[in-house]
């Protein structure tokens, strides 16, 4: 795995691609390197503006590319069901690859179109229902891979699955990190049952290290930390890595042969920067049980049920 780069990626022409995000950062280098390889990729993003800005750019960067632009708005179930319902109706044949990359993260206080806490609504519960809705695509299409995008910063907080929506107290950089470690349960549950139903899908997380993008860049505060910020955005100048290279353990995730599922891929340096290689992470990650009731949760609050995959 050492060493492994975007020039790596394997043969993707006849395969379809969606990617969550894929505006800017991690999102866009995700799309514009399945696309350069012969994927046809769909960015998914919620600004039509930014969305259409990026398709632009990446026309430009690669042409002959075949991609498209459709708007989706994690923090809105219906955006999200129409989003669905509109690539199923469009796509002919199945989906190979859903790259679940957008979030937002240590945001103050607020609410989703739905009434969820902004960041467990749209960095966990957005993709929840989108990979539900998209799995009957995913299941008929041999060599099909899921990539959840997480954090190392999941391992500042694992789940209060008493009070998901943080109405009892808030933290926006605890709430960040929960977030963070409600995709990496939901992988390790996807996968389960993925295996339990007998299919090939490949559930996988990934995540960039530590890389500047526009996530980074536009994040607040961490309150009462004065130095623990100084040492973020002084590292945000010195240590942390590009886009692009906090981009290749999502792309190896998504593309590299022998991918395990229930897999974590991060930057093999410290899990800050470097190649792609088996990222570590919380115990908390893998707890069967809470794993369990975060999914039965998850498909309460958003009403959508993974039929084929009934625990």
């Not at 950062?25 to 800005?53: D, F, K, M, P, W």
């Not at 229902?129 to 990539?147: E, H, K, N």
């Not at 349960?185 to 996968?191: G, Q, S």
Request: with cysteine; glycine share 12%.
């Amino acid at each position: 795995m050492a060493g492994w780069n975007a020039s790596d990626i394997p043969d993707q022409s006849g395969r379809t691609a969606v990617v969550t995000g894929a505006n800017s950062g991690i999102g866009y280098v995700t799309a514009r390197e399945l696309a350069r390889r012969g994927a046809r990729v769909v960015l998914a993003c919620r600004s039509e503006e930014r969305g259409s800005r990026a398709l632009a750019r990446l026309r430009s960067e690669v042409p002959g590319a075949e991609a498209e632009f459709r708007r989706l708005d994690l923090g809105d179930l219906g955006s999200v069901r129409e989003f669905a319902a509109s690539h199923e109706s469009e796509t002919q044949g199945g989906l190979d690859l859903l790259i679940n990359n957008a979030g937002v993260m240590a945001l103050p206080y607020r609410q989703t179109v739905d009434g969820f806490e902004t960041q467990f609504g749209v960095n966990h519960l957005g993709h929840f229902a989108l990979t539900g809705l998209l799995l009957p695509l995913l299941l008929r299409t041999p060599g099909a891979r899921i990539v959840t995008v997480s954090s190392g910063m999941h391992a500042v907080a694992n789940i209060d699955i008493d009070d998901l929506n943080s109405e009892r107290s808030y933290r926006r950089w605890i709430a960040y990190g929960r977030s963070k470690t409600a995709n990496l349960l939901f992988v390790h549950e996807l996968a389960r049952r993925l295996a339990a139903a007998g299919s090939d899908v490949v559930a996988a997380a990934a995540h960039p290290g530590y890389a500047s993008t526009n996530l980074q860049a536009a994040a607040p505060r961490m309150e009462g930390r004065k130095a623990a910020e100084r040492v973020m955005r002084l590292g945000n100048g010195l240590v942390a890595q590009s886009a692009d290279a906090g981009a290749l353990p999502t792309l190896f995730a998504a593309t590299a042969p022998g991918v395990r599922p229930d897999s974590f891929t991060g930057p093999r340096i410290l899990g800050w920067r470097g190649a792609p290689a088996r990222s570590w992470r919380a115990g908390w990650t893998r707890d069967d049980v809470g794993a369990g009731r975060l999914w039965e949760a998850s498909e309460g609050l958003t009403g959508v049920e993974y039929g084929e995959l009934k625990g």
